[in-house]
């Protein structure tokens, strides 16, 4: 089994930056895919960042040059460094993972990032 437990939202100002951390726990094979998802109010969830064991990463367009996602196995924990933040970031994040291609078996409880001034 496997538990995801993130951390790290905040309020912050449109412009700043804001580091998620998702701990986890289980079986390496059940967290080969690993990811962020954010849903905003009113819209649908939406993949935000994924990583794979051997580091290979993806973003979605809006998020490109300016979030970074990382993991580090021997810590257990993945990072969102969110940097250059908008209003349009603010919703709910959540960590997720799965074995290979599978990425969404397993969710956090989600943490609330609110961009604002």
């Known amino acids: 089994q496997v538990q995801l437990v993130e951390s790290g939202g905040d309020l912050v100002q449109p412009g700043g930056s804001l580091r998620l951390s998702c701990v986890f726990s289980g079986s390496i094979f059940n967290v080969a895919a690993m990811g962020w998802f954010r849903q905003a109010p009113g819209k649908q969830r939406e993949l935000v960042a994924s990583?794979?064991?051997?580091?290979?990463?993806n973003y979605t367009d809006s998020v490109k040059g300016r979030f970074t996602i990382s993991r580090d196995d021997e810590k257990n924990t993945m990072w969102l460094q969110m940097n250059s933040l908008k209003s349009e970031d603010t919703a709910v994040y959540y960590c997720?993972?799965?074995?290979?291609?599978?990425?969404?078996?397993?969710w956090g409880q989600g943490t609330q990032v609110t961009v604002s001034s």
């Open positions: 990583i794979t064991l051997h580091g290979i990463t």
């Open positions: 997720a993972a799965g074995p290979v291609y599978k990425l969404g078996q397993y």
